[in-house]
Nanobody, 125 residues
Framework: QVQLVESGGGLVQAGGSLRLSCGAS????????MAWFRQAPGKEREFVATITWSRSTYYADSVKGRFTISRDNAKNTVYLQMNSLKPEDTAVYYC???????????????????WGQGTQVTVSS
């Protein structure tokens, strides 16, 4: 069973930055496609970014140019660097894992088998 633990959330002013981390258990982390999703109050959980096991990256249009996803396989960790934060980025951010996934539906929730508990990000105006 893969366990994912997010950290790094908090309160930040608009225009500021935060870096989220997600640590994963398991010996085959390098073969996981990893993603970040977020869920704002009263809204559906939405795709933010993904990094495949081959290190290809994809982003939601709303965060392109501001967020960067990366991974450190030696540390079993995926990161989300968030810059130029806006109040509309306020949400609970979830880390997700899809072992051995190489398809094109990387922005679809059902692809991801393992999920973390989430970390709150609040951006004040």
């Amino acid at each position: 069973q893969v366990q994912l633990v997010e950290s790094g959330g908090g309160l930040v002013q608009a225009g500021g930055s935060l870096r989220l981390s997600c640590g994963a258990s398991g010996r085959t982390f390098s073969r996981y496609t990893m993603a970040w999703f977020r869920q704002a109050p009263g809204k559906e959980r939405e795709f933010v970014a993904t990094i495949t096991w081959s290190r290809s990256t994809y982003y939601a249009d709303s965060v392109k140019g501001r967020f960067t996803i990366s991974r450190d396989n030696a540390k079993n960790t995926v990161y989300l660097q968030m810059n130029s934060l806006k109040p509309e980025d306020t949400a609970v951010y979830y880390c997700a894992a899809a072992p051995n996934y190489s398809g094109s539906n990387y922005d679809t929730r059902r692809v991801y088998i393992h999920w973390g508990q989430g970390t709150q990000v609040t951006v004040s105006s």
